[in-house]
């Protein structure tokens, strides 16, 4: 065995919330010092106000150990949480288990359950809509003018397509979206005692909202199912399968925040990406089709809408000579496992015609791979498609103004021209 490295010997603190704060060029550099290490970096955690403090993590920063953890369930496991650091035990008790917090057979239950959701014959129903949508979204692009393309055309298709899913009435969806933005805000980084507080009563507010105006719902669709998701997660399939009022709650919220956040940051870091790209941005507008696929994964991979993950070792294990305790935590860094130059070439660089494309983006290969990625992959083809084929000057302005967070790569605003 070998000693453990720690963040004092490295100068380099992902513990740290200042850390979050520098310019992602500057953060990228400090990754590629650690991947360039023979073996995992040691982080002693900081007292974040309201969460709890563990003893550290081991980070995991090389696309080879994050897919190793990814895959291997029965070691790395999910609970009690995947967020770093770790909320509350209480929050569970209000909110119930999320999907992403279980390993199985829990986890594979409510797998199967929601997987019907995204089935390919699903989402092929989802195509005319989600066309549609973007044909409305654009059109009031042009009538309005370009200002902030998050909030004018990025936040606008997720949600409407997880309403549409879900069977959420036209009348409350301004409402749902306001619940959501305000939820994904407590995912920055908390700096002081009194923000803290306050980002948290707000984001405690907003999830329970969501939770009980969807279990309302499934309740109605029980005594009378319609034609839609939330119809078909609470009446029992052929197994006799179903979600609890509970369950549907939580798998909402994940839907609404995980769902809407990854769709809509691609679609947002990505109008940036090709901007600054012009072979790219060359090749879609002349070539759509061919190339749409490959921009939407190189997009996922260069900016990864969700940075990490963290897993609690269950078993004595060793990962390059370090040895795993029951009880460790380990945090996947999936910006980082996505910039690895031993599995991407000259990673730094946009290429759109990048292949093979290994990236974890969506959370790695195994249990956890990302439920709606193929739903989100559609969605980004159906708008760009839109933009760039009515609008084939459209471009980014400036800088986007990032989130400042330690968990979701969120772009908060970024203007825009055609």
């Known amino acids: 065995m070998v000693a453990v490295t720690t963040a004092v010997e490295t100068g380099i603190d992902l513990a740290d919330l200042a850390f979050w704060g520098r310019a992602p060029q500057e953060r990228e550099r400090d990754f590629a010092r650690l991947r360039a290490l023979e073996r995992p970096v040691f982080f002693p955690e900081r007292r974040v106000p309201l969460l709890r403090s563990g003893k550290g993590f081991h980070a995991l920063v090389r696309h080879a150990d994050v897919v190793e953890a990814s895959r291997n369930a029965k070691v790395f496991s999910s609970e009690p949480a995947v967020t770093n650091p770790e909320p509350p035990g209480w929050v569970k008790h209000v909110f119930g288990d999320s999907m992403v917090n279980l390993d199985d057979p829990r986890h594979a239950r409510l797998r199967r359950i929601v997987s019907r959701a995204f ?41 409407h397509v997880i309403c549409d899913m879900v069977g959420v009435p036209d009348e409350i969806r301004a409402r749902v979206h306001r619940h959501v933005d305000v939820s994904t805000e407590y995912t920055g980084v908390r700096m002081s005692l009194p923000r803290t507080v306050a980002m948290a009563g707000r984001n405690m507010a907003a999830l329970l909202a969501l939770q009980r105006l969807v279990i309302k719902l499934g309740r109605e669709r029980e005594r009378d199912p319609a034609g839609d998701l939330v119809s078909a997660l609470v009446t029992a399939n052929v197994d006799g399968e179903r979600l609890t009022p509970r ?21 947002a870091h990505g109008l940036k990406l090709i901007t600054d790209t012009p072979d790219a941005r060359d090749r879609l507008v002349s070539d759509f089709d061919t190339h749409i696929a490959g921009a939407i994964e190189e997009t996922v991979r260069h900016v990864s809408p969700i940075m990490q993950f963290r897993r609690t ?27 690895d130059e031993e599995v991407f070439p000259d990673a730094a660089r946009y290429d759109i015609t990048r292949s093979p494309n290994p990236h974890v983006g969506f959370g790695g290969p195994g249990p956890h791979f990302c439920l709606g990625a193929n739903l989100a992959r559609q969605e980004i083809k159906i708008m760009f498609r839109e933009l760039f084929t009515r609008l084939p000057g459209i471009r980014a302005v400036g800088e986007p103004e990032l989130l400042l967070s330690n968990f979701d790569n969120s772009v908060r605003r970024q203007a825009f021209a055609y």
């Open 119 to 159: 089935s390919p014959k699903m989402l092929a129903k989802l195509d005319d809509d989600i066309v549609r949508a973007a044909e409305r979204i654009v059109d009031d692009v042009v009538a309005e003018g370009p200002r902030d393309f998050v909030a004018q055309v990025a936040a606008r298709l997720p949600i």
């Open 247 to 267: 369950e549907l709650g939580s798998f909402f919220t994940l839907l609404l925040v995980a769902g809407n956040e990854t769709a809509r940051n691609t679609m």
């Open 313 to 339: 070792v269950t078993q004595d294990h060793e990962i390059r000579g370090v040895h795993l305790a029951p009880g460790d935590k380990v945090v996947l860094f999936y910006g980082s496992a996505n910039r």
